[in-house]
T-cell receptor
Framework: GNSVTQMEGPVTLSEEAFLTINCTYT??????LFWYVQYPGEGLQLLLK?????DKGSNKGFEATYRKETTSFHLEKGSVQVSDSAVYFC???????????FGQGTRLTINP | DVKVTQSSRYLVKRTGEKVFLECVQD?????MFWYRQDPGLGLRLIYF???????EKGDIPEGYSVSREKKERFSLILESASTNQTSMYLC?????????????FGQGTRLTVV
């Protein structure tokens, strides 16, 4: 079946550190890939997406590249801020399907 | 600004009560979804609907039902609430076109069953 695996959290970093959150997937065909962010007490917001191999999604200083050969979509940011503290979810949507499949989420805490 | 609105942010219900969670979207989306979010388990799909009066079971439909009488509204029903249904419930909507579109989420309803 289709599935998403994220690195386990929680992740704690200092402000201005480099961030990587790993995400790998298993899917039939060529899925679209997404990163969502959930700030405390809120629903999910789309952070970035990529719809085909080698696409790079980017937003708010975050980036992720769709790597078909390694079935990965790792999230990166060069210099994190306290305001980036949130839960991050990697997700996929396969061709012909209507639903998103989510990873388990990674809680990120940034200390000043 | 696109919007998915859930009727309540917080609910406290008693075991055995019938519970209705309401969700409305203003984007004319065909698809609507109900997810449940629990720590360490991520988001799990309960039910989704791709058209009015149409529904499909997700991964964990047991103990839940849904209703979609109008395109913009999707209701989740707990027929007889139990303590193991204490959770965060998230509603989402999306277009049918899968390739270039994401799902939009409501702010969530935190349900406590006592």
């Amino acid at each position: 079946g289709n599935s998403v695996t994220q690195m386990e959290g929680p992740v704690t970093l200092s402000e201005e550190a480099f961030l990587t959150i790993n995400c790998t997937y298993t899917a039939t065909g060529y899925p679209s890939l997404f990163w969502y962010v959930q700030y405390p007490g809120e629903g999910l917001q789309l952070l970035l997406k990529a719809t085909k191999a080698d696409d790079k999604g980017s937003n708010k200083g975050f980036e992720a590249t769709y790597r078909k050969e390694t079935t990965s979509f790792h999230l990166e940011k060069g210099s994190v801020q306290v305001s980036d503290s949130a839960v991050y979810f990697c997700a996929l949507r396969v061709q012909g399907a209507q639903k998103l499949v989510f990873g388990q989420g990674t809680r990120l805490t940034i200390n000043p | 600004d696109v919007k998915v609105t859930q009727s309540s942010r917080y609910l406290v219900k008693r075991t055995g009560e019938k519970v209705f969670l309401e969700c409305v979207q203003d984007m004319d989306h065909e698809n609507m979804f109900w997810y449940r979010q629990d720590p360490g388990l991520g988001l799990r799909l309960i039910y989704f609907s791709y058209d009015v009066k149409m529904k499909e079971k997700g991964d964990i439909p047991e103990g839940y039902s849904v209703s979609r009488e109008k395109k913009e509204r999707f209701s989740l029903i707990l027929e007889s609430a139990s303590t193991n249904q204490t959770s965060m419930y998230l509603c989402a909507s999306s277009l049918v076109n899968w390739r270039n579109t994401e799902a939009f989420f409501g702010q969530g309803t935190r349900l406590t069953v006592v």
